[in-house]
């Protein structure tokens, strides 16, 4: 099992910048494909983007592509995700997930393991 802790969340206004971090721990990091969700008030929650187990193959959601950079470093056991030229519309709760192989989806259903989100704002 593993356990992800998301951080970096906060207010910004619209064109500012986050970034986020996921810290994992409890297995071998690098046996996980991860990717970033995120879930808006009364909405499902959505696929933003995933990253391979080696850091070499990403994809995106159309929304963020673009303005969004996932990115892993697996000597430290984290997962980024560099958000730039924010939009209010990306106002979401933001989770990491972790799937149980080299290379994940874009369903929730792909992924095994997840954090307890953080809260990002954007402001008009």
């Known amino acids: 099992q593993v356990q992800l802790v998301e951080s970096g969340g906060g207010l910004v206004q619209a064109g500012g910048s986050l970034r986020l971090s996921c810290a994992a721990s409890?297995?071998?990091?690098?046996?996980?494909?991860m990717g970033w969700f995120r879930q808006a008030p009364g909405k499902e929650r959505e696929f933003v983007a995933t990253?391979?187990?080696?850091?070499?193959?990403?994809y995106y959601a159309d929304s963020v592509k673009g303005r969004f950079t996932i990115s892993r470093d697996n000597a430290k056991n984290t997962l980024y995700l560099q958000m730039n030229s924010l939009k209010p519309e990306d106002t979401a709760v933001y989770y990491c997930?972790?799937?149980?192989?080299?290379?994940?989806?874009?369903?929730?259903?792909?992924?095994?393991?997840w954090g307890q989100g953080t809260q990002v704002t954007v402001s008009s």
């Open positions: 409890g297995r071998t990091f690098s046996d996980y494909a």
């Open positions: 990253i391979n187990w080696s850091g070499g193959r990403t």
């Open positions: 997930a972790a799937a149980r192989r080299a290379v994940a989806g874009t369903g929730t259903h792909d992924y095994d393991y």
